[in-house]
């Protein structure tokens, strides 16, 4: 069984989880560049703490470049707003008339809402979120077609859920993932490499040096995913990974 608790180095909150697991972990996640350890459960908390102050240089790194990092403003819905697709930017644009609400791309620039007149704020996002969500849903069959024989699993239940801390998560025993809808948002390798970190959760739950193994295995340029997922603009809502 392992445990987590909180544990203060330099003025840094460090969060440490013990697992049964041979090596230490240390990562740092945005967007506010949180700190967490994987340790052994041989290891004490001083031993955690000389090999956190061993790598405070680029904990102090990784949080300054979060904070550099773009971040979106919190969205309206007015014509001119920057939205993103499959991470590239779209401009919006409103277009009120008589009829059915929709949602396309035009000229691979603009994102076009056609929408009765006098639909509020909350609506508008309703109807971008129930697209987004449809996208997601169209892109998940060919990406299992794709992963679940590199893996060798079976096929899990696939849901989508605006996640409020993670952009996926896995129940190996039920056979289910979420997925995070903001990863629409995002490139498409890094859609796929959330994937494919649950799909490993079916064979392995905890991130040891077997799941390492696994991601290796099946995804070799994982790494490459998560710091471009890591890169891209952050949502007005705080995400984390």
């Not at 840094?12 to 090596?23: A, C, E, F, P, T």
């Not at 990092?69 to 779209?90: K, P």
């Not at 949602?103 to 971008?128: C, E, F, H, K, W």
């Not at 991130?207 to 790494?223: G, K, V």
Request: hydrophobic share 40%; with cysteine.
């Amino acid at each position: 069984m392992g445990s987590t608790r909180q544990m203060l180095v330099a003025g840094i909150s460090v969060d440490v989880q013990r697992k049964d697991i041979k090596n230490l972990h240390v990562g740092v996640y945005p967007p506010a560049g949180r700190v967490r350890v994987a340790a052994p459960l041989r290891l004490d908390d001083e031993a955690v703490r000389l090999a956190v102050i061993s790598r405070l240089g680029w904990i102090r790194r990784q949080q300054a470049a979060f904070k550099q990092q773009d971040r979106q403003s919190q969205r309206e819905f007015v014509s001119g707003e920057s939205h993103y697709f499959r991470g590239r930017r779209y401009r919006l644009e409103l277009i009120e008339r008589p009829g059915p609400a929709s949602v396309s791309i035009r000229n691979n620039t603009v994102l076009s809402m056609l929408i009765p007149p006098g639909l509020d704020a909350d609506v508008r996002a309703d109807l971008l979120d129930r697209w987004y969500r449809n996208q997601l849903r169209a892109a998940i069959p060919g990406l299992l077609d794709k992963w679940l024989p590199k893996l060798d699993v079976q096929a899990p239940e696939v849901r989508i859920r605006k996640l409020k801390t993670l952009w996926g998560s896995c129940n190996s025993e039920a056979g289910r993932i979420w997925l995070n809808l903001e990863l629409i948002k995002k490139p498409p390798t890094c859609l796929e490499f959330i994937l494919v970190h649950e799909l490993a959760h079916l064979i392995e739950r905890h991130h040891n040096e077997r799941f390492l193994a696994i991601m290796d295995r099946a995804m070799p340029t994982w790494r490459v995913s998560r710091e471009e997922l890591n890169r891209s603009p952050l949502a007005h809502e705080e995400w984390s990974y």
